[in-house]
């Protein structure tokens, strides 16, 4: 029987060895956040460039409905990124699957904590960056389905 309490407390104490261990990588996770935040403003740019030249919408979009898009899409891609397929293969290669199969938790949430951790030191950066991002450019955001 699987006792998801177990499994869960498991997965917390990997995102909580993974926050210690990103702790000691500080600069390394700024990097990183900084990069993905310029590349969501170096798509908005040119997206918006595109825009002003066409007259000031690209197929409906005006300039705050693309600032709104990319700056969504700088959080979303935070939260929903995850590094189990670069982490696995390298696992298996180093023969490190071994001792995480010995461990009473299964391997990929193992994996998954880590991912989560290093997720919530990323979100921490961004997400007043991207705060500011909004009072820049204004975004307009409506949700739709």
């Known amino acids: ?61 005006d300039e705050r409905d693309l600032a709104g898009y990319f700056l969504v899409m700088i959080l979303l891609r935070s939260i929903v990124a995850t590094s189990m397929a670069f982490h696995l293969p390298g696992l298996v290669r180093t023969g490190k699957l071994a001792t995480h199969l010995m461990r009473p938790l299964h391997p990929l949430l193992q994996v998954y ?16 960056l991207v705060l500011l991002l909004v009072a820049a450019f204004q975004p307009r955001i409506e949700p739709s389905i």
């Open 1 to 61: 029987m699987i006792d998801l309490r177990h499994m869960a407390r498991g997965c917390w104490s990997f995102v909580r060895l993974d926050l210690l261990v990103a702790a000691q990588y500080r600069a390394s996770i700024l990097t990183w956040s900084f990069v993905s935040i310029l590349e969501g403003l170096v798509y908005l740019a040119v997206w918006q460039s595109v825009a002003s030249a066409s007259g000031g919408t690209t197929n409906g979009f």
């Open 113 to 128: 904590g880590n991912d989560l951790g290093f997720t919530i030191q990323a979100l921490i950066i961004k997400l007043p």
